[in-house]
């Protein structure tokens, strides 16, 4: 066995701080460090000798190109390969990288969603080099983490609105810390850890299969006898093959500087997860964009193929990313951890007033972040968090905020009143046991576990949104206590007036029961069990206005944003009606016929034989109902995908509420062949093969 040696190789294709000690002189390392610390740009000069570095520092690892890479709104990665060579005038090449190829790069911006912010005339986009965030070498190419933007200074990726919200949160959290006597404090970071699950699967399966091919879903299937009932798949025993592709993906990512730690099989069969140590949002958001690309690659020298689809299966559960969020500060305290003394308390009981308020009064804007076609099939069913926003605080916290609403001493014998600030919050140990799946957004000790976040979504959205919220109330309750005269009454009436007012958010219970669903309803939550249903509420004035006035969009950039969100919806599901028919039609309808024709033809030589025939008939008299059905279902959705409404947010309905069924009705009837099809008629592989392979 080979042995890994992880102190050596982490980071080791990475461009990080102790790389640029060493390969950067002193002084040019010296202004890149003051750069990034105080946000002041950087010399030509410097950059210039910065790209000579890490050319050579690349050019030495095997990289012949680099590439600006950057997070257009697709979700996903972009780059595009420059190599290094130069002419030198005698036919042959020296290999260059200048500073303003290091800064700047001018790709296309016109194949990237834009939501309508440039015409295509006007499309010249640029990236923006991000000094905060490390180069790296991968498959022969150096690759600069940038921002992307329009030529107008609009920003067209995920990764600029989520510097911007980092910003704004540190801003207004660091007001609240200075009333609290702390003046060390230079920054708030936001911490992000992002847990990703994934299904692994043979890739000659996958091969055989248009539905997952084109849409990343299998969008037919009848049930395998076997599901995940018996439980025996999650933290089971890794197969030997997919613990080969983890050690793999392991090394990779370490060699990337990613901290992955945790590896286990999850509740579905084929299912698994990977976690990694947190870190700051922008670092996390870029580490897990390198995650699911580096898994797919490594699936497939695997001869696997990795599936971030957030439902692949029906009737086994879909893929989500637990999004573990966090705000702590440059000096290394965690301000959502309950603190020891009075005034600990006090600052820990502001942020979460602060959060609880947020979460409560922006839960559509929330809820939207993680809205999309795959997103759809998990949120409200049966196994990830409901669609509706709620948070989980654990038996302790919640009785402390219960005795703050009421008014009534947590502990106290004398039924002395505990005043935030004052008297000492009991202790709150770190949640263990009771974990509540269930729940969308739950308060794990010292962070949240946002959990509604689809696997193949970016985490930038969310961690966005939940930073600009808690930047919104921070700004609220520093404006509050920097003018109080009693500070410590105001910041008790703040606390418990924001509890009272917002206590409809916290739920402990069973966030899947219907009771819950009723409840919510009496309590005036949202409930948004679909993309089309909950878009509407995302462009409302009051998230408008908390965009733009904390600077994170533009009216116009957030209507961009909003737009492309709905158009890949439909286009998604889209293009999962046109794979249906196609598969339907070409496929699964000629399995059967040819099927049914082989059954009559023997029937016609039994009954020459006189041969009893009761089994063949039943079959085929199924079968051709089944055929009848599915070749009307196909019709059915041949003619509403001819309707669909020309308007974006129409559409978005259309395809919910008239397409969708149609689809439904569609598998229905396909899957209700298959179980009734021989085997060795049936087009591709089935959901036994696929599963328990
Ligand atoms: P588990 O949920 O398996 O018990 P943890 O709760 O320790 O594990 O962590 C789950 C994820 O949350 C990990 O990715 C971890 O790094 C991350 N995490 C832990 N502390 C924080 C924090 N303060 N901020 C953000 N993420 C965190
Ligand atoms: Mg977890």
């Not at 992880?6 to 202004?31: R, W």
């Not at 091969?207 to 049930?223: N, V």
């Not at 998230?543 to 158009?567: C, K, M, P």
């Amino acid at each position: 066995m080979d042995i890994i040696n992880v102190p050596e190789i982490f980071g080791s294709d990475v461009f990080n701080e102790a790389a640029m000690k060493q390969h950067l002189e002193p002084e040019v390392y010296c202004a890149w460090k003051h750069c990034i610390t105080t946000g002041s740009p950087l010399q030509l000069s410097t950059a210039n000798r910065i790209a000579e570095a890490m050319k050579n520092w690349a050019t030495a690892k095997g990289a012949t190109h680099y590439t600006h890479w950057f997070q257009p709104m697709t979700g996903i990665t972009a780059e595009k390969h420059d190599s290094f060579i130069t002419p030198v005038g005698d036919g042959r090449v020296i290999m260059e990288f200048s500073g303003k190829e290091l800064v700047r790069g001018e790709p296309d911006a016109s194949s990237f969603p834009n939501g309508g912010l440039r015409t295509t005339f006007e499309a010249r986009g640029y990236t923006a080099w991000d000094p905060t965030a490390y180069a790296f070498v991968k498959d022969g190419s150096l690759y600069i983490p940038t921002c992307f933007f329009s030529y107008t200074g609009e920003s067209l990726d995920q990764k600029t609105p989520l510097l911007r919200s980092l910003e704004e949160v540190s801003r207004e959290a660091l007001r609240i810390l200075r009333l609290f006597g702390d003046t060390e404090t230079q920054r708030v970071i936001s911490s992000v850890g992002a847990e990703q699950e994934y299904f692994i699967i043979p890739r000659a399966m996958y091969a055989q299969r248009e539905d997952l091919r084109l849409t990343g879903r299998t969008l037919f299937g009848a049930k395998p006898p076997k599901g995940q009932e018996m439980d025996d798949h999650y933290f089971g025993t890794i197969r030997t093959r997919i613990s080969s592709f983890m050690k793999d993906l392991d090394e990779q990512l370490w060699r990337l500087g990613i901290l992955s730690k945790t590896k286990h099989n999850e509740a579905a069969p084929c299912q698994h997860e990977m976690a990694p140590i947190y870190s700051d949002a922008v670092n996390a958001c870029d580490a897990n964009q390198l995650v699911m690309s580096i898994m797919k690659k490594c699936a497939a020298k695997h001869d696997l193929v990795c599936l971030l689809h957030e439902k692949p299966f029906e009737g086994v559960n879909g893929s989500g990313k637990h999004n573990n969020w966090s705000l702590g500060t440059d000096t290394g305290r965690n301000l959502f951890k309950p603190g020891k003394t009075p005034a600990q308390n006090a600052q820990f009981l502001v942020f979460l007033a602060a959060f609880i308020k947020g979460v409560d009064e922006y839960q559509d804007f929330l809820r939207c972040t993680v809205a999309s076609a795959g997103n759809d099939h998990r949120l409200g069913g049966h196994e990830a968090p409901p669609a509706i926003v709620s948070i989980f605080l654990g038996d302790e916290l919640n009785a402390v905020v219960r005795s703050i609403i009421d008014g009534t001493n947590y502990r106290d014998p004398e039924k002395r009143v505990m005043r935030v600030g004052v008297d000492v919050m009991p202790a709150i140990p770190k949640d263990t046991t009771d974990r509540n799946r269930t729940s969308p957004l739950a308060f794990t000790g010292n962070k949240f576990e946002f959990r509604m976040l689809g696997s193949s979504q970016s985490v930038a959205s969310p961690n966005i949104a939940l930073n600009t919220i808690m930047a919104e109330e921070l700004r609220q309750f520093a404006d509050v206590l920097e003018a109080a005269e009693d500070f410590d009454k105001a910041l008790h009436d703040l606390v418990c007036q924001a509890f009272t007012d917002h206590q409809r958010i916290i739920f402990d219970g069973n966030g899947y029961s219907q009771e819950w669903k009723e409840e919510a309803a009496r309590r005036g939550l949202s409930n948004y069990p679909s993309t089309a249903e909950c878009m509407a509420s995302n462009i409302s004035p009051k998230n408008i206005a908390l965009v733009t006035s904390h600077g994170i969009f533009t009216e116009a950039e957030f209507r961009a944003r909003h737009a492309i969100q709905l158009e890949t919806y439909n286009k998604t599901v889209n293009i999962e009606a046109l794979t249906m028919v196609d598969m339907a039609l070409h496929q699964i309808l000629p399995a059967a016929l040819h099927y049914s024709r082989d059954l009559c033809n023997g029937v016609r030589s039994k009954k020459e034989l006189h041969l009893s025939c009761r089994a063949e008939s039943a079959l085929l008299e199924r079968i051709s109902e089944n055929c009848d059905r599915l070749y009307e279902s196909i019709t059915a959705l041949q003619e509403v995908l001819g309707h669909v409404p020309a308007e974006t947010a129409a559409a978005a309905d259309y395809y919910r509420n008239t397409v969708v069924p149609v689809m439904e009705s569609l598998r229905h009837h396909a899957d209700g062949l298959e179980a009734v099809t021989d085997k060795s008629y049936w087009p591709y592989p089935t959901y036994s093969d696929i599963l328990f392979y």
